[in-house]
């Protein structure tokens, strides 16, 4: 039976719109009944979708009714929910709540081929995110975690995230990092002997010839890249120490560059990717990881006042989340059965190695 109505709001255009709600009662009297098309009506996930999808568009609280959906003049005399602090609220609200899901996505239905880990700051602060590569070749932000430098406790905070959450390397990940040493040993000190580290050759060959006159780099470029497109691993690695021993006696600190953490600049070459295919580009540098951090500094251009890691986690996530919109399959997919067969070999014959010794 019909009990009335009252006053109450529900999300309309981006907005809060005033109305009576009808109530019920079952026919005794006795008991409020719910409706169900009102209970529709009242959900706010749209609204607060709205609300985070144009503060990653860059709109400001302050211009937020300029997005708002047109809905008539009398729609705009009730309406309420557009200014600047309930728009914050609703923001902060919805991005938490994103935040914590998204840290909580379990990843333990699914083996992760390929992990790219990098670091980013937002103002003076540093984040380090991680974006996973399925047997499918399916990209997914796995998380982000933050700290005021890109130090080795961070990156474990990352990677023990991973680990509770179902992330399972038993049976070999390929890591593609850039050259921060934290990241290294996080991932050797916890998974030594199931984790195989690919060093991002954009970051090598950056390191390398900003440590050279500008007449250097052009030569120094080509033989790098001519080393790294050799297929024999072996080979590829000892071009890389002849040309370090050919640019050390002018140029030591470049030379001293070229050779830290060479080794694992072919690891790729190692696992049969044939330079040149499709495949070889996706794991050779970080370029997914960065490309999803520029996606996220894009979002969150605007925002001036960073209150503590909360509020950079926050954009930072619903950056990564945006982003995972945009992804497609990585190039040459097809090809990663091959790469999955020689990881887990690679894996099992460090196994018998560290067992024979």
């Not at 044939?274 to 894009?298: C, F, H, Q, W, Y």
């Not at 190039?331 to 990663?336: K, P």
């Amino acid at each position: 039976m019909r009990h009335g109505t009252e006053a109450a709001r529900i999300p309309l255009g981006g907005r809060m719109v005033e109305v009576r709600k009808p109530r019920v009662r079952t026919a005794d009297g006795t008991q409020e009944v719910p409706v169900e098309a009102w209970t529709a009506l009242a959900d706010r996930d749209l609204l607060n979708a709205h609300t985070v999808a144009s503060m990653l568009a860059g709109v400001s609280t302050r211009s937020y009714d300029t997005v708002l959906e047109p809905a008539g003049q009398a729609i705009s005399e009730v309406s309420s929910s557009t200014s600047q602090p309930p728009v914050s609220r609703r923001f902060v609200a919805a991005t938490r709540k994103g935040l914590a899901e998204f840290r909580s996505r379990p990843l333990g239905d699914r083996r992760w081929l390929v992990v790219y880990i990098d670091g980013f700051g937002f103002g003076d602060e540093t984040l380090v995110g991680a974006l996973g590569v399925d047997t499918e070749g399916n990209k997914m932000p796995l998380s982000v975690v933050h700290g005021t430098t890109e130090n080795k406790t961070v990156c474990k905070r990352l990677l023990d995230d991973l680990e509770d959450r179902g992330f399972d390397p038993t049976t070999g990940v390929l890591f593609v990092i850039d050259g921060g040493t934290a990241i290294f040993h996080a991932i050797a000190d916890k998974w030594s002997d199931v984790a195989l580290i690919q060093r991002c050759r954009a970051h090598k060959l950056r390191n390398v010839t900003d440590l050279l006159p500008v007449q250097h780099h052009r030569w120094v470029e080509r033989d790098l890249k001519r080393a790294w497109a050799i297929c024999d691993a072996s080979r590829a690695e000892a071009a890389l120490r002849a040309l370090a021993t050919k640019i050390e006696r002018h140029h030591p600190d470049a030379a001293a560059s070229l050779r830290e953490g060479l080794a694992e600049t072919v690891t790729i070459n190692r696992l049969g990717v044939t330079p040149g295919s499709s495949l070889a580009r996706p794991p050779a540098t970080t370029n997914p990881m960065e490309s999803t951090v520029d996606i996220v500094k894009v979002h969150a251009r605007n925002a001036k006042r960073w209150q503590g890691g909360d509020t950079r986690l926050r954009w930072a996530a619903a950056g990564m989340l945006a982003a995972e919109h945009q992804y497609r399959r990585i190039n040459g997919y097809r090809q990663l059965d091959d790469l999955a067969r020689a990881i887990t070999a690679r894996i099992h014959q460090r196994a018998e190695l560290a067992k024979a010794s």
